[in-house]
């Protein structure tokens, strides 16, 4: 057991610097060509600091000890920070040590990308910005940190706001079908895909000399129940004035087109006494009743659309 603790407690020696020896007493000395050994100053240190290879270095301890000042001195100024009546030297000499640009210009920066559709650019804001940060004595990576930091915050707030957008636009958007259906009946039901048709109509009249992708640019706006409803009030008021055919509306449809026309607008004013068909105070009753007979008249086949021709003469 005696044993086994004297192998555990015993460490080896450090070993000297090269070119030395170590006396009996634990000491350095320092061999010279042909002259009596010198004591050397790490003589004095313990045994384990003597052959610090960090020492060899320094010739005697007063080197050793300026060297030991002048780290000291260093780590002091390093510390202190300029305060706002520190002479504009001292400030350049700070922000030297410090790793601080001389200029907000001279910032060696990454710039992140802006979140994608913003319309967010980095040109108004940065200069601002970098001059703050300097101003702060703001290094390099401190500066880049904080970009980084506000792209990451602004892609959040932005993906916030462009879904908050999209909510409220759907809703917007079934506010308006929902209305539209009290006048035109269900969505993509016969008398919606006649108005949308009357629509287009108006559209490709309006646009007849346009380009090809422009009038689609447009007819696809016509998917806005709001856009559809407004340009097929604007093909009545086309059809009135004669710039727009009874031919070109959308009434050159089938006869059984027609027949599921008039009778989903009769089965819409049985369930509704104050639909327009039914309802003479209804401002669009005249209107209404006008494209009953015309369904209907197209239901009955040409000599149908004889006898309204009659009419309205």
């Known amino acids: 057991m005696a044993e086994l603790d004297a192998a555990t407690t015993t460490s080896e020696p450090a070993a000297p610097p090269p070119g030395t020896t170590v006396l009996p007493g634990g000491g350095i000395v320092t061999h010279t060509d042909g002259s009596p050994p010198a004591l050397d100053w790490r003589a004095s240190l313990p045994p384990e600091l003597q052959g610090e290879k960090t020492l060899e270095s320094f010739k005697d301890v007063s080197a050793l000890a300026k060297s030991w000042i002048e780290t000291k001195r260093m780590v002091g100024k390093g510390s202190d920070y300029p305060g706002a009546d520190a002479r504009p030297e001292a400030v350049a000499e700070y922000r030297k040590r410090a790793g601080v640009p001389a200029a907000p210009t001279q910032y060696d920066l990454k710039l992140p990308e802006p979140p994608a559709g913003s319309g967010m650019t980095w040109g108004p804001q940065l200069p601002g910005f970098l001059q703050a940060m300097h101003a702060a004595h703001a290094r390099p990576e401190h500066v880049q940190a904080a970009l980084d930091y506000y792209a990451k915050y602004a892609a959040g707030q932005w993906d916030q706001w462009r879904n908050r957008q999209a909510e409220s636009?759907?809703?917007?958007?079934?506010?308006?079908?929902?209305?539209?259906?009290?006048?035109?009946?269900?969505?993509?039901?016969?008398?919606?895909?006649?108005?949308?048709?009357?629509?287009?109509?108006?559209?490709?009249?309006?646009?007849?000399?346009?380009?090809?992708?422009?009038?689609?640019?447009?007819?696809?706006?016509?998917?806005?129940?709001?856009?559809?409803?407004?340009?097929?009030?604007?093909?009545?008021?086309?059809?009135?004035?004669?710039?727009?055919?009874?031919?070109?509306?959308?009434?050159?449809?089938?006869?059984?087109?027609?027949?599921?026309?008039?009778?989903?607008?009769?089965?819409?004013?049985?369930?509704?006494?104050?639909?327009?068909?039914?309802?003479?105070?209804?401002?669009?009753?005249?209107?209404?009743?006008r494209q009953f007979v015309e369904y209907n008249a197209v239901a009955a086949g040409p000599r149908g659309r004889d006898v309204v021709a009659e009419v309205r003469r």
């Open 169 to 289: 636009e759907q809703q917007d958007l079934s506010e308006a079908i929902a209305e539209l259906e009290k006048k035109w009946g269900p969505r993509d039901g016969p008398m919606w895909q006649h108005y949308q048709g009357r629509a287009e109509a108006a559209i490709r009249t309006l646009m007849a000399d346009a380009p090809g992708h422009d009038v689609q640019r447009i007819l696809e706006t016509a998917n806005d129940p709001e856009v559809a409803h407004a340009f097929s009030l604007l093909a009545d008021s086309l059809l009135e004035r004669g710039f727009l055919g009874a031919d070109e509306m959308p009434a050159a449809m089938g006869v059984a087109d027609a027949q599921a026309r008039a009778d989903a607008m009769r089965d819409a004013a049985k369930k509704d006494p104050q639909h327009p068909l039914v309802n003479p105070r209804h401002p669009e009753h005249e209107k209404v009743y």
